[in-house]
């Protein structure tokens, strides 16, 4: 879910931008899966980057309030493949 500025110091109301990186949309949990916003495309917009069981996922922001599919970027950096874990290794993007 997402609230998008107004750019007035106010935000408009809360819609869902994603069908997946929930609890029961997709199977993500706080302990396993980290979940962040980073500018990936250098376009100026936060996109949804998720670290998963399997892969890295990322949903890239269409610029009017919504996000793209859920795309597979890399085979590690996940709980299963990789073996990371939340309390041990921290999973950061840098530009």
Partial sequence: ??????????????????????????????????????????????DILGFGDFATFVSLNNGDGTFGPVTQVVDNFAYETGGWRVTKHPRTVVG
Avoid at 13 to 28: I, L, M, P, R, Y
Avoid at 29 to 46: E, N, Q, S, Y
């Fill in 1 to 46: 879910f997402a609230s998008l500025n107004n750019g007035d110091g106010t935000f408009g109301s809360v819609t869902q931008v994603s069908d997946n990186f929930a609890h029961e949309a997709g199977g993500w949990r706080v302990m396993k899966h980290p979940r962040t916003l980073a500018d990936l495309t250098g376009d100026g917009r936060a």
